[in-house]
């Protein structure tokens, strides 16, 4: 993206400057994450209690990037298993404290401690348009979210469909 202000608009508040182009740049994140190809559902993997942001950067990453994640959030399966899968596979690379790491879909909290009712409110929360996924490492304070989408058959059809 390219800005471009000569001052003919004369002073402008930097606060609210700031604010718009943020907002503006979240949408556009938003919408090119949510229009991937075959792509029915814009995935917001949050993740919180990070022992820096280089941490929770690669965390979000690694679930939003997950094959196994995206067909589960295509499919409204709320298997927090994947996810398990997902951040343990950082586990020699980032701080985590397996004791305390918490695992959500959207407000619903999931363990081996969850009841039927528990994975009943996180599957009709990831049966909408967005799914989002939370995770608290419980090794800090920092946190980053990354944008993705879900994986689909459509996905596979449109990319199986050409030649290069």
């Given amino acids: 993206a390219l800005l471009i202000a000569n001052g003919a608009a004369g ?4 606060d609210a400057f700031e604010r718009t182009l943020h907002a503006l740049a979240l949408a556009l994140t938003r919408d090119v994450a949510s229009d991937g190809e075959g792509a029915t559902k814009l995935l917001v993997v949050r993740v919180t209690g990070a022992g820096s942001e280089d941490d929770a950067r690669a965390c979000a990453k690694a679930i939003a990037n997950s094959p196994l994640v ?4 295509h499919g409204a399966d709320p298997n927090w298993g994947r996810l398990v899968m997902a951040v343990g596979k950082l586990y020699d690379r980032i701080s985590i404290d397996p004791d305390r790491v918490r695992f959500f879909f959207g407000d619903q909290e999931l363990s081996g401690a969850s009841t039927p009712a528990d994975l009943a409110v996180a599957e009709a929360h990831m049966q909408g348009d967005e799914v989002t996924i939370r995770v608290d490492l419980g090794a800090g304070a920092d946190e980053f979210t990354v944008y993705g989408c879900d994986l689909t058959h459509g996905y596979i059809s449109i990319n199986d469909d050409y030649t290069t």
Avoid: E, I, R, Y
Wanted: aromatic share 0%.
């Fill in 11 to 14: 002073p402008v508040d930097l």
């Fill in 70 to 73: 995206k067909t589960a959030v």
